[in-house]
């Protein structure tokens, strides 16, 4: 295994299939080992300047390592977020979307392509996508270079794509369900329906005992509690800042 492959392998979970120009399959299995990569691409004429704010966003506002930055081959830019833990599709969904509303709302949706789905992922860089037009992994003080002509006319360096990707860590499980908690985020199921919720014993004595007599109070209590589950404690909060408007 080259040292992109391995690179490739190790924060996306692609490897060699990947650099070798194949895409892996997903199936029904691959949806339940879950995904380790999200693709999030502005076509052109959107520029680097309006996709950098979700770069330098990820990082300074949700606290997020840097995502890869690619040039498509095509006629996008992209960041690559590379993720610890396997994660549902609808996770990644949710993430990206929270992403857009939140940094790129500005956009018409034709503009801004997001992949959640190994199957329908772009092949990962380097790649000769037509003659002379290669998509491939970026420096971000080059990537604005790139913003008219999203492609590389030369083959990159094998060597300097795995540099690149060696300085990028992944998103742990709980830095990316925190990033979902303040995009808003909530996870769904396989048929996008709400995914069922337990409230933990110790909720439920509060909601006996406090709800009737000062709801704030046990939607604080639920907002606060560890050990509730991470959506129940953001509906809490939601319910809370409605609350606030309202009043």
Known sequence: MSQLQFELDRLYGLGAKAAD?????????????????????????????????????????????????????????????????????????????????RYLSDLGSTLVRWMTETAKFPVAPPVEISPDRWSAFVAPDLASVFADTPWLDFPPNAEGQATLLRALEPIQQVAFEA????????????????????VPARAEVRTCEQVDADPVRFLRGVMNDETAPLALRIEAAKALLLGAKRS
């Open 21 to 101: 120009g194949a895409t892996p399959s997903v199936g029904h299995e691959g949806r339940q080992r879950g995904i380790r990569a999200l693709v999030l691409e502005l076509a052109l004429p959107a520029s680097w300047r309006q996709l950098s704010s979700v770069w330098k966003g990820a990082q300074s506002d949700l606290g997020l390592p840097a995502p890869a930055i690619a040039v498509s081959g095509v006629d996008g830019l992209q960041l690559w977020f590379s993720l610890a833990a396997p994660i549902s599709p609808n996770a990644g969904e949710l993430f990206l979307q929270g992403l857009r509303a």
């Open 179 to 198: 990033a979902l908690s303040q995009l808003g985020a909530i996870e769904v199921s396989e048929s996008r329906e709400p995914v069922a919720l337990k």
